[in-house]
């Protein structure tokens, strides 16, 4: 599996039958594998994470379908702003889902789980590598030091549901690649999301992102979290385009 970091959120993980494409908004899009189909992903509508322009991948390769969040919605209005996804939708390419629903696409087994932001996390099963890769979106401990008790409270109560869900859905197997936001703007509680999330899924390779560019919040969670995690791999990004094989 290859995993390339395209900046912020976006990833692609290229693997031996088909390319996984998350929350794309900027950079440049890598060479794509000629082994598989591409499946592009957008878990909600915010523009840090939904970029109208991956509707013009498809013509890049005809072996493409769209995997997005249902609170970006598919109306006319979506249609009249964004005349490229019409062909994608009259060709049965273009999917919305909902949060906490299981689905099946071509040659995926997709669970969505319902963000604590907006819109969906993914976790993606391809059955016939026997992988499992998760992409959380926006769904993070979002807890800020301006908060109030009463917000703290509705938040981890939210954040440790969906959690919950995802390993409810895992029954103990590891997710192969997990990428989570860490998010330096969060101050005092940036670490608080990833640290649950490693306490309570096993995973094998962590790719944090939604750093902001910000990317010495990563050695410094390493340093603080020393031999903390020893059955994960969480790797440093330090630039986009990075590449990774595990």
């Known amino acids: 599996m290859k995993i390339q970091y395209i900046g912020h959120s976006g990833f692609l993980v290229t693997l031996e039958s088909c390319s996984l494409l998350f929350d794309y908004y900027t950079g440049t899009l890598p060479e794509l594998s000629e082994n598989g189909p591409l499946y ?3 878990s909600h509508r915010h523009q840090d994470h939904f970029n109208p322009d991956i509707f013009s991948f498809s013509e890049m ?3 493409v379908e769209y995997i997005l969040s249902c609170d970006i919605k598919l109306n006319g209005h979506f249609f009249r702003k964004y005349p490229q996804a019409v062909k994608l939708q009259e060709q049965g390419r273009l999917h919305s889902l909902r949060a906490d629903e299981k689905y099946v696409i071509d040659k995926l087994e997709i669970d969505t789980i319902k963000s604590t932001d907006e819109g969906v996390a993914f976790l993606v099963s391809v059955p016939r590598e026997q992988i499992k890769v998760y992409h959380a979106g926006d769904l993070n401990w979002w807890i800020w030091p301006e908060d109030t008790k009463q917000e703290y409270h509705n938040m ?4 440790e549901h969906s959690v ?3 390993a409810q859905l895992l029954q103990d197997d590891a997710v192969d690649a997990a990428f989570l936001p860490l998010d330096p703007r969060q101050e005092q509680y940036k670490f608080c999301g990833m640290e649950y999330y490693l306490e309570h899924i096993p995973v094998k390779h962590v790719f944090p ?3 902001w560019g910000r990317y010495k919040i990563i050695p410094e969670f390493l340093e603080t979290h020393r031999g903390r995690y020893p059955e994960t791999v969480i ?5 986009r385009g990075q590449c990774d094989e595990i």
């Open 209 to 211: 992102m939604h750093c």
């Open 164 to 166: 919950g869900r995802l």
């Open 156 to 159: 981890t109560a939210m954040f």
């Open 40 to 42: 592009i992903f957008a």
């Open 61 to 63: 390769t005809e072996r």
């Open 235 to 239: 790797h440093t990004i330090t630039e």
